[in-house]
């Protein structure tokens, strides 16, 4: 099992839709959680922090499930810009907490 | 505020050839990473530095060297290179409990 999972997608979309993206991670004993955006050629990109209580940022929401060891994002209203493809983060244990293993992304096309 | 910067942008080398990529960060980070990014294979972690002076292996060290040359500066080597290095490399910093911020890459090929 890898020690983050996600689809790969594609997931298309129209504009104003709302989609959603989940991930799984191996390890329960994971403190950290982020997603990152890349876009094409360019580098990731902080999005947000996943908290325990879950949280809010503009029109994305992040969650954790720590029983099913899944995170998520959440977006609404979804604009051309946000076509990127989104990374699950996790820091896993063993090692530095410094170190954070990616997921190999989901992609994401909103279309007009 | 630059944030992280990296030099070169591309590269490319004959197979043995020796390079250094640096990297700089200006956020007062004390944390710092290099990575290589393949295509489906995701982010893999080469060497971090936890703080000025020291040096620590990630996932995938062999073939490379690194330096914290300082709180800013932090170069990854490649002494004899390989064309499976041929890859996207970038370099990261952070101050935990924060995400890292990445520098916009290297472009590597190695022929």
């Known amino acids: 099992r890898k020690e983050v999972e996600q689809d790969p997608g594609p997931f298309n979309v129209p504009e104003g839709a709302t989609v959603a993206f989940n991930c799984t991670y191996s390890?329960?004993?994971?403190?950290?959680f982020f997603w990152y955006r890349q876009d094409c050629r360019k580098e990731p990109k902080l999005l947000m922090s996943?908290?325990?209580s879950g949280n809010e940022d503009g029109r994305f929401t992040a969650q954790l499930n720590r029983a099913s060891q899944y995170i998520s994002l959440l977006i609404r209203d979804s604009k051309l810009s946000d076509s990127a493809t989104y990374l699950c983060?996790?820091?896993?244990?063993?090692?530095?907490?410094?170190?954070?293993?990616f997921g190999s992304g989901t992609q994401l096309t909103v279309l007009p | 505020n630059a944030g992280v910067t990296q030099t070169p942008k591309f590269q490319v080398l004959k197979t043995g050839q020796s390079m250094t990529l640096q990297c700089a960060q200006d956020?007062?980070?004390?944390?710092m990473y290099w990575y290589r990014q393949d295509p489906g294979m995701g982010l893999r972690l080469i060497y971090y530095s936890a703080s000025e002076g020291t040096t620590d292996k990630g996932e995938v060290p062999n073939g490379y060297n690194v330096s914290r040359l300082n709180k800013r500066e932090f170069s990854l080597r490649l002494e004899s290179a390989a064309p499976s290095q041929t890859s996207v490399y970038f370099c990261?910093?952070?101050?935990?409990?924060?995400?890292?911020?990445f520098g916009p890459g290297t472009r590597l090929t190695v022929t």
């Open positions: 956020m007062n980070h004390n944390s």
């Open positions: 983060v996790v820091n896993m244990p063993g090692g530095s907490a410094r170190q954070l293993t």
């Open positions: 996943v908290y325990s």
């Open positions: 390890n329960s004993a994971s403190q950290s």
């Open positions: 990261a910093s952070s101050e935990e409990p924060q995400g890292q911020y």
